[in-house]
């Protein structure tokens, strides 16, 4: 089929409702102004009323819902412990509720309410007008309001929220080794616009290598009534202030339509653009209007970047560099809120795997994940492998069709993030389906020409239909590619669960099992790299992980932090840009079976020097004999007598000679320290704005103490609410709690008390944020 005359058929996929077009695509501004004279973006995320049990008396526009608890979006339906609960728990059929009154400048125009993300099913209301029902949690919708919103007085939008795991919905119908949770867990909105409207933007670079870099944009317009003049686009490529070129194309008029048109305007004579890479991941903005003569109709825009991004068979390219691919595997849920996490708290997640971990790579295993996410590792260089839900289950023909509309939505929503450079257009080890899977991928070709796709599976068997053979192979040694283009999408993981508080024999080899692998991806060209499963804990139904719903496979743990294995991926970076050293193990006599006698360490350095009690007792080079192929292999130190003598331990790190790091662990045994380290010190009092507060109990030297358990107390001061447990009790030395903010400006003081180091204290500003227009 052509491509221009497959975007003008293109419709949204009914799944399960009369949809409005356009739920918000990537970019999208979000602000309480107007985003321009045509349209106005309306945030609604403060004001909802919630209640457990659905009520259908609750959908009438004059029913009393002062009884309803008050919330914010995000929303979870039920908090939870971090582990140990029923998957029950948070499987009902709960109501939300919000008033709000639209402002004048919306008289004219169609409104809009597009849901970014709500789990599972959900039947919108609209002034006691059924709008219909959205089959799905991980992939946004939207329901046109005009035909029965009241333009003058209250309007009351009610949400059916159901929370079962429904088998006609993906992932679900047979099992899954994750926890979907419930709620409105990501943002909502009011979308005022024109009769005829900008629905979506797609830019797609061209040339980017070449001396002559070009960019088509495909303006998707949608005409709800007839237009009867002929418009004209015009589109920039902006570079902060600076237009870097622009163009311009005429419309036609057109008759009422239910599908967007694509219209494309091509921008040469773009000048050098600097190319979105892993060290500079450059971004441009597009800038999109419609115009009746000089009149502005509507105006949109999206961020892209210039990046050519391929799988050959020798490896991974990168605007024409080879790069070995080396991430891991996310899940988006988090303790005590599940999903429900909003924007800082996502864009955190792509910081601890770029900055922390050093990956250059994520897989948003298994399903589309916040946008917040996706926008961050724009920002940071950070690629990713984005696929629709599902875990190895495929259901009926109707199951499929939701399946289908899962890769339409995906993708129409993130198409202009760089970052990404591979569909997921499989369920996650599911068997093949011939029928099914040349569809999917066929649709991710047509609506995106730009990406490969991929599909993963785990049997080399499977057919492929896909760009790219993307395959889970949790063996040691890897099965060789069987395929030219190929990468590996899950390994370690279930096959050696690892807590923080496991002895140091298996902290050091799932730390091993993690490098042994990397070893064996750099060993081949072919091997595109490897996303090790996974990055954090993650909870999980009762009949998987290790019996308190929760799968210890990640390399940190469920509140990020990180467990030995981390350090190995942390130490893969260049040491000019970090210096890393990361002992796989805790300063014990005793933890080692017999006792302390090998010393592996993650880092990048080239050699070090271990000392205790200020002697020197060995030195060490990089374990090349038995990782031949890694940028930086561990070192595996051999300590054999030297346990015998004990104290202190110092290591020193050295690169080209010269000392770049060094490190002190206590020998005494003694909890010497309680601290509350927050990720940020400042939120904005919209009511859902969050940051994480680890808490840590160390030695003299700050290496944690994997060993202490205590019940810390909390208490908090000020206009915000503690998300988590309280007390809370230390896991691994450590563990995590959220400072929510409240909808007032202020300061915040959280206080943590150790049942005997004492007290520790954190301040957060809340400063204000700006008010809801609806």
Request: proline share 7%.
């Amino acid at each position: 089929m052509d491509r221009r005359r497959f975007l003008e058929g293109t419709t949204t996929l009914l799944a399960g409702a009369a949809l409005a077009p356009n739920p918000l695509t990537a970019g999208e501004s979000r602000s309480s102004a107007p985003a321009s004279p045509g349209r106005l973006v309306l945030p609604m995320n403060r004001g909802w009323r919630f209640s457990r049990t659905a009520d259908p008396n609750a959908h009438a526009r004059d029913f009393d819902d002062s009884s309803f608890e008050k919330v914010v979006v995000p929303h979870t339906n039920v908090r939870l412990p971090w582990h140990g609960f029923s998957e029950r728990a948070c499987q009902f059929v709960s109501s939300y509720r919000r008033r709000f009154r639209l402002p004048p400048a919306a008289r004219g125009r169609h409104v809009f309410v597009d849901f970014e993300g709500v789990m599972t099913a959900s039947t919108v209301w609209i002034n006691g007008t059924r709008l219909g029902e959205y089959r799905g949690g991980y992939t946004p919708f939207s329901f046109e309001l005009t035909p029965h919103v009241d333009f003058d007085g209250e309007n009351v939008l009610a949400v059916d929220v159901d929370s079962t795991e429904r088998a006609d919905i993906p992932p679900f119908g047979y099992e899954i080794d994750y926890l979907t949770f419930g709620g409105i867990y990501r943002e909502v909105a009011l979308r005022v616009v024109p009769s005829t409207f900008i629905e979506n933007v797609f830019a797609r670079p061209k040339g980017v290598l070449t001396a002559h870099p070009s960019l088509d944009v495909d303006c998707f317009l949608l005409s709800l009534e007839p237009s009867r003049h002929a418009l004209t686009l015009e589109v920039e490529l902006r570079e902060g202030e600076r237009t870097l070129a622009r163009g311009a194309r005429r419309v036609p008029p057109s008759a009422a339509a239910a599908e967007p048109l694509a219209h494309t305007v091509r921008l040469d004579a773009l000048g050098p653009v600097e190319p979105w890479d892993l060290a500079r991941p450059r971004l441009y903005e597009v800038r999109v209007r419609l115009l009746d003569g000089a009149r502005l109709v509507d105006e949109d825009a999206r961020r892209t970047g210039f990046r050519e991004a391929q799988f050959t068979d020798h490896g991974f390219e990168l605007n024409g560099t080879v790069v070995k691919l080396r991430g891991l595997d996310r899940h988006q849920t988090f303790p005590f809120v599940g999903q429900a996490m909003p924007a800082r708290v996502q864009r955190r997640d792509a910081e601890i795997l770029r900055r922390e971990l050093g990956c250059n790579m994520v897989r948003t295993s298994h399903y589309p994940q916040s946008r917040h996410f996706l926008d961050a590792c724009d920002e940071l260089g950070l690629l990713v492998l984005e696929e629709i839900p599902g875990w190895q289950h495929v259901g009926d023909e109707s199951w499929k069709e939701l399946s289908v509309d899962n890769v339409r939505r995906m993708i129409r929503r993130d198409w202009n993030h760089p970052s990404i450079v591979l569909w997921g257009v499989r369920v996650n080890e599911s068997r093949d389906d011939h029928a099914f899977y040349t569809r999917t991928n066929a649709l991710a070709h047509q609506l995106d020409p730009t990406r490969q796709t991929g599909g993963i599976r785990y049997f080399q068997e499977s057919e492929l239909l896909e760009d790219v053979f993307t395959m889970n192979d949790f063996g040691f040694p890897l099965k060789p590619p069987n395929h030219p283009r190929y990468l590996n999408t899950e390994f370690v993981g279930h096959t050696f669960p690892t807590k923080t508080i496991d002895n140091v024999e298996r902290l050091t080899e799932h730390t091993l099992r993690h490098a042994r692998i990397h070893d064996q991806l750099a060993s081949n060209p072919q091997y595109a790299g490897g996303l090790g499963w996974c990055a954090f804990d993650y909870n999980t139904h009762g009949d998987f992980g290790s019996g308190d719903h929760v799968c210890y496979h990640g390399v940190s743990d469920i509140f990020r932090e990180p467990k030995p294995a981390a350090g190995f991926y942390a130490s893969q970076c260049d040491p000019a840009e970090r210096v890393v050293l990361a002992p796989a193990f805790h300063w014990a006599r005793g933890d080692e079976s017999v006792g302390f006698s090998r010393a592996l360490v993650s880092s990048n350095c080239d050699h070090l020097k271990f000392y205790i009690d200020d002697k020197l007792v060995g030195e060490a080079d990089p374990d090349r004999a038995q990782f031949p192929h890694l940028p930086h292999p561990p070192f595996d130190v051999k300590l054999g007598e030297l346990f015998h003598r004990w104290g202190d331990l110092r290591i020193e790190g050295y690169v080209g000679g010269k000392q770049v790091v060094a490190k002190s662990y206590s020998g005494k045994g003694v909890d010497a320290r309680f601290g509350l380290v927050p990720d940020d010190t400042q939120l904005v009092a919209d009511g859902a704005d969050s940051t994480r507060v680890v808490l840590r109990v160390t030695d003299e030297f700050g290496a944690i103490r994997p060993f202490a358990g205590d019940a810390i107390r909390l208490d908090l001061e000020g206009p915000a609410e503690i998300v988590g447990d309280n007390p809370f009790a230390l896991v691994g030395g450590t563990g995590a709690i959220w400072v929510r903010a409240g909808e007032r400006p202020g300061r915040v003081t959280l206080r943590g008390t150790h049942p005997h180091l004492g007290a520790s204290e954190v301040t957060i500003e809340v400063v204000a944020a700006p008010t809801e227009a609806v």
